[in-house]
C-alpha cells in the first residue's frame, strides 16, 4: 500500500523556518521515478500548488507566491521530497499536502500555524 506522509509541520512564529518532509513507502517502482508535488490548502479554501520537483531534482517550478521564501529538494535514498519554507509570516497558516501524481496519490498533510 502506498502512503505518502508528510511531517515538520508545527507552531513555528513570525519570521521562523520551517522544513516539511514527505516519506513514500509501499510504491511499486523507485521513488526516483517519480515527479513530485507540495500543495497546500488555506482553510475554506481549495488546494493551491506550491512547487513541483522532477524525479531527480533537476527540474523544479515554483508558484508565483513562492518564488522567494520556498525551496523544494528531494533524497531519493531517503525516498523523501523536502520543502524549507523561510519568513513565515500568519498568512503562511495552512496545511501542507504532497502529492504524487503519475498516481495520484496525496499525503495526509501536515498542519503549519505561525503565531506569536
Known amino acids: 500500500q502506498v502512503q505518502l506522509a508528510e511531517s515538520g509541520g508545527g507552531l513555528v512564529q513570525p519570521g521562523g523556518s520551517l522544513r516539511l518532509s514527505c516519506v513514500a513507502s509501499g510504491l511499486a517502482a523507485s521513488f526516483e521515478g517519480y515527479g513530485m508535488v507540495w500543495y497546500l490548502q488555506a482553510p475554506g479554501k481549495g488546494r493551491e500548488f506550491v512547487a513541483r520537483i522532477d524525479s531527480i531534482g533537476r527540474r523544479l517550478e515554483y508558484a508565483d507566491f513562492a518564488k522567494c521564501r520556498f525551496t523544494v529538494s528531494r533524497d531519493n535514498a531517503k525516498k523523501t521530497m523536502y520543502l524549507q519554507v523561510d519568513s513565515l509570516t500568519a498568512e503562511d497558516t495552512t496545511v501542507y499536502y504532497c502529492?504524487?501524481?503519475?498516481?495520484?496519490?496525496w499525503g495526509q498533510g501536515t498542519q503549519v500555524t505561525v503565531s506569536s
Open positions: 502529492n504524487l501524481p503519475a498516481e495520484n496519490y
